[in-house]
């Protein structure tokens, strides 16, 4: 605990919410006698990513999230299927929607170019996903490393624990509640849907039968999205910017009835958690900092550390 005097005091601060779970890792200089450059190239590889596609960033997020959500941030998500497991990429919630794999794997080969043995693609996950909310704008936060990578996956635990696009409030709450967030995180949490884009089959039965709905919205979306066929049809999570840019924009869109996915909305819909989607609006700083803190204790859930787990030399396979 006595290297937390070295944080910025807003990022010590959020240390508090993790518990017992911050003593399995360690700080972000976890590389610098081993692999200097790690955290360096990371960075340069995902701003490349970002500038060659902005939706990149958003994917990358999403990757560390739902790795974390499933036996915790471990890398399982990465893993190809094999004789002994069925792997989670082609659980219902990943499925043709998981991407960035590429953008991984080319920084892990990278790294094991630079130093052999010594970063886990359970770190690049977590760093990646930072510094591609960075990339489009977002806030920053210190990423604790150490992290070890996964020798087995589960898909049955992928589709179990991963959120459906179709939840109401109480089991998003719940769902979240599962893996230690307060009902406040994971609404800061959800605001990663300023960035990024859904297909139409996950949002469909929301813009053809729900009366939350703003008309004009509905309409546009049904353009995209017809009531039969083109299920791979994208749209923006969040319709107020022409870009993808992680600001507070997606909240705005909640309270204006636009939010894309049913389990979107259902944050501002007369239940608990309005008044907090309302403070989002109005104190976009506010969002940025309670979105760095969740993401700290995310990116905390269930680590390996040594000797447990191992340092892959490919992601999307063990050793």
């Known amino acids: ?24 890792l360690q700080p972000s200089t976890f590389y610098d006698n081993r692999c200097p450059k790690a955290l360096v190239t990371i960075k340069a590889a995902v701003n490349l990513a970002v500038l060659k596609e902005r939706r990149m960033g958003a994917s990358l997020l999403r990757l560390h999230f739902h790795d974390c959500f499933v036996r915790g941030c471990d890398a399982s998500v990465l893993l190809d299927d094999t004789a002994n497991f069925t792997g989670e990429r082609s659980a219902l919630p990943n499925r043709n929607s998981l991407r960035g794999f590429n953008v991984i794997a080319s920084i892990k080969s990278t790294l094991e170019y630079i130093c052999p043995g010594v970063v886990s693609c359970a770190d690049i996950l977590a760093v990646a996903a930072r510094d591609s909310v960075v990339a489009l704008g977002g806030t920053w936060w210190d990423v604790n490393l150490g992290r070890r990578d996964s020798r087995t996956a589960s898909l049955i635990d992928a589709n ?41 089959t996950n949002f469909r039965s ?7 709905i703003d008309p004009s919205f509905a309409k546009s979306m049904q353009e995209i999205c017809p009531i039969s066929g ?16 992680f600001d507070n924009r997606y909240f705005t869109d909640l309270v204006n009835k636009k939010g894309l996915l049913h389990s979107d909305q259902v944050l501002f819909n007369n239940g608990s958690t309005d008044s907090q989607v309302q403070n989002y609006v109005n104190n976009p700083s506010l969002f940025q900092t309670d979105f760095a803190k ?13 000797p447990n787990g191992e340092i892959r030399k490919q992601c999307n396979r063990v050793n």
């Open 206 to 212: 929301r813009i053809y039968n729900e009366t939350n």
């Open 1 to 24: 605990m006595t290297t937390l005097s070295c944080f910025k005091l807003r990022i010590c601060l959020s240390f508090c919410l993790v518990g017992l779970t911050l003593a399995q």
């Open 160 to 200: 179990n624990d991963l959120p459906a696009p179709f939840l109401d409030l109480d089991n998003i709450i719940t769902a979240f509640s599962n893996k230690g967030f307060t009902a406040q995180e994971m609404v800061a949490l959800s605001g990663a849907h300023t960035i990024g884009k859904a297909r139409c």
């Open 230 to 245: 083109g299920g791979n049809n994208l749209a923006s999570l969040d319709v107020s910017t022409t870009i993808d840019q």
């Open 294 to 306: 969740a993401m700290i204790k995310m990116g905390q859930l269930s680590p390996l550390t040594s």
